[in-house]
């Protein structure tokens, strides 16, 4: 079975500022998937990022880019030039990749708040 | 074009009493997944299906707890008999046959059993 781990439960920073969010995970497979979603609060879950175990090449998408360790199994995100809307919990999470869909496996989430 | 939505989008029930969750997919997405989200914790997977088949059910933490989509699209989870540690937000997510990696989410259905 996989299992997520997000070992970081809140972090706080100043608008602007550069926050890097931790994420671990433990599998078996040699292909699959790894996401961060958002969930502001109140609001719907929406996905930030999406990276394939099989790329080396670490993916960015504006100012959230990640840092993809697959030896390690880490898988960090990095917002930069933080902004007020970026306030949410953030899920990292793990999906196989098999033919056919597959069920998500999320840590335990990092709430994040930016600050003015 | 709409996006997946979840009806109601909060419910009370007294314990012991039997609750239905609706979740309406995009059109057109051929699969649709549910998960319990426990308050502060992550998502937790319950079942998933591939239009009206039923092909994991493996989440499904009792025989209380039961899901269906007859047409393979809209999808309907029923908890019988309500307990208090049932009392989460209940997510539906749905993808198309091509981009399996990309599950769309609903807003949820908060669900509160006193």
């Known amino acids: 079975a996989q299992t997520v781990t997000q070992s970081q439960p809140e972090m706080s920073v100043q608008e602007a500022e550069t926050v890097t969010l931790s994420c671990t995970y433990d599998?078996?497979?040699?292909?699959?998937?790894l996401f961060w979603y958002k969930q502001p609060p109140s609001r719907q879950m929406i996905l930030v990022i999406r990276?394939?175990?099989?790329?080396?090449q670490n993916a960015t998408e504006n100012r959230f880019s990640v840092n993809f360790q697959k030896a390690a199994k880490s898988f960090s995100l990095k917002i930069s030039d933080s902004q007020l809307g970026d306030t949410a919990m953030y899920f990292c999470?793990?999906?196989?990749?098999?033919?056919?869909?597959?069920?998500?496996?999320f840590g335990q989430g990092t709430r994040l708040t930016i600050n003015p | 074009g709409a996006g997946v939505s979840q009806s109601p989008r909060y419910k009370v029930a007294k314990r012991g009493q039997d609750v239905a969750l609706r979740c309406d997919p995009i059109s057109g997405h051929v699969s649709l997944f549910w998960y319990q989200q426990a308050l502060g914790q992550g998502p937790e997977f319950l079942t998933y299906f591939q239009n009206e088949a039923q092909l994991d059910k493996s989440g499904l933490p009792s025989d209380r707890f039961f899901a269906e989509r007859p047409e393979g699209s809209v999808s309907t989870l029923k908890i019988q008999r309500t307990q208090q540690e049932d009392s989460a937000v209940y997510l539906c997510?749905?993808?198309?046959?091509?981009?399996?990696?990309?599950?769309?989410f609903g807003p949820g259905t908060r669900l509160t059993v006193t």
């Open positions: 990276q394939e175990a099989y790329k080396q």
């Open positions: 599998t078996s497979e040699s292909n699959y998937y």
């Open positions: 997510a749905s993808s198309l046959e091509t981009r399996t990696y990309e599950q769309y």
């Open positions: 999470a793990f999906m196989k990749h098999f033919q056919g869909a597959q069920k998500l496996v």
